[in-house]
């Protein structure tokens, strides 16, 4: 009798889950060729019929998002992944995939502004109709979903104010009404959390963020059952948000590390945020692993890390916020997070053609969201130091 070995710890199984898709290779090859002949008409047929067929044409699947798949799928505990060309490439196939005319959905109210976009811009025109609840209510949640409600979209911790969703929580009313919650995981990562052990139906990344992490690739996933990535995979073939397979092979490069990468963004997430938290200019600081966070026991139960991003508000208005940014040296002012590199911006500068209040969150306009990278917290400590003195 073969002993059962225990199954792999993320460390593990981002270097080993896709062995076998690797055919031997340490290092995968980059599949460039866009199409596979098949030697008899049999074969020919079985390639172009078979589901995540990834040896038939480019945008079925290839080699390459196969090898990325098993990777992301073993991190989350999915059954099946699948990669597509960025994060709003996954949400917006996943959303087409399942919702029809008719269908309900509930957006959390500090959700991605592309993805609130999607629903109030796209969705809305083909007779999906949303409805808004903040996310630590559970109350309105229940008051809110319906019958017709089919998708929950949540996201956690949310950006920039790093608020808390009760995923345990949000999975039981959500089934209950016999709809579907819906993850952007991309904040925390599957190394911090992991949405589909708490009763999540689905989860969903920028890849482009800390997945591949190093600011060069925009990639996204969607990950589930088998039989919800069967539904979204066969609309995903006519949508057609199609992973170059140079960045897919460039998001499982990144990926290998993400283990260790995650361990030094939470520790400088954390030690940037006690400093901030201590200094006498700044009037708020928000970070999920601060004590003083009001959800922080809750982030301690559903999260083992709490990622490098720290929201926080100097005294003295958006000027005084810009003069700040400005001041750094060793953190530009960009968009995006997740990366190796810091990188810090004004929100509410970024996102000024933002929805109605009424859809988004309000953010301070003197709100700063640092995405931490993976140099010295000394070093940006006393980057932070001395930019805080103007
Ligand atoms: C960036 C981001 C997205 C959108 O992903 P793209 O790869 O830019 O399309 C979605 N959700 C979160 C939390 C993000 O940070």
């Known amino acids: 009798m073969t002993e059962e070995l225990p199954p792999d710890l993320p460390a593990t199984s981002l270097l080993h889950s896709d062995s076998q898709s690797r055919r031997g290779a340490v290092v995968a090859p980059i599949v460039q060729a866009t199409t596979f002949s098949a030697a008899t008409s049999e074969e020919f047929l079985d390639m172009a019929t078979k589901s995540f067929s990834d040896e038939f ?24 992944a699948i990669v597509m060309a960025s994060g709003m490439g996954a949400v917006s196939t996943l959303a087409l995939s399942l919702l029809e005319v008719g269908d309900h959905i509930v957006l959390q109210r500090s959700l991605y502004p592309g993805t609130s976009t999607l629903a109030t811009d796209v969705l809305a025109r083909f007779g999906v109709t949303a409805d808004v609840v903040g996310q630590d209510s559970l109350d309105e949640l229940r008051s809110t979903i319906r019958p017709s409600t089919r998708l929950v979209f949540v996201e956690s911790p949310s950006n920039p104010h790093l608020g808390i969703t009760d995923l345990r929580a949000w999975a039981e009313v959500v089934h209950d ?59 995903h073939l006519t949508l057609g948000s199609v992973l170059g397979p140079f960045d897919a092979w460039l998001l499982l490069r990144g990926l290998r590390t993400l283990d260790v990468r995650m361990t030094r963004h939470n520790e400088n997430g954390l030690a940037v945020a006690r400093f901030l938290s201590d ?36 005294r003295g208005g958006p000027a005084r916020a810009d003069r700040v940014l400005d001041a750094l040296r060793l953190v530009p ?35 700063i969201r640092l995405s931490l990278g993976i140099e010295a917290k000394e070093d940006l400590i006393a980057d932070l130091a001395q930019a805080l003195q103007v």
Not at 65 to 77: F, K, R, S
Not at 187 to 202: C, F, H, K, S
Not at 282 to 311: D, I, K, N, T
């Open 279 to 314: 200094h006498p200019d700044v009037e708020r600081v928000y970070y999920p692993g601060l004590v003083s966070h009001p959800q922080h026991e809750l982030a301690a139960r559903q999260m083992s890390g709490f990622s490098g991003l720290v929201s926080f508000v100097p």
């Open 57 to 80: 044409y480019v945008r079925y699947g290839n080699p390459n998002h196969t090898q990325v798949a098993e990777v992301v799928a073993a991190l989350e505990g999915a059954e099946r």
């Open 333 to 367: 002012r960009a968009a995006s997070l997740g990366s190796v590199h810091s990188l810090a911006n004004r929100p509410a500068a970024m996102w000024s053609n933002r929805p109605p209040d009424q859809v988004r969150e309000p953010v301070d306009d003197a709100l």
């Open 177 to 235: 009404a016999g709809a579907l919650l819906v993850v952007d995981n991309t904040v925390a990562t599957p190394i911090n959390q992991r949405p589909l052990e708490r009763g999540a139906d689905m989860v969903w990344h920028s890849a482009t963020k800390y997945l591949s992490g190093h600011s060069d690739v925009s990639a996204g996933v969607v990950a589930g059952s088998n039989d919800l990535m069967q539904q979204i995979w066969r609309t």
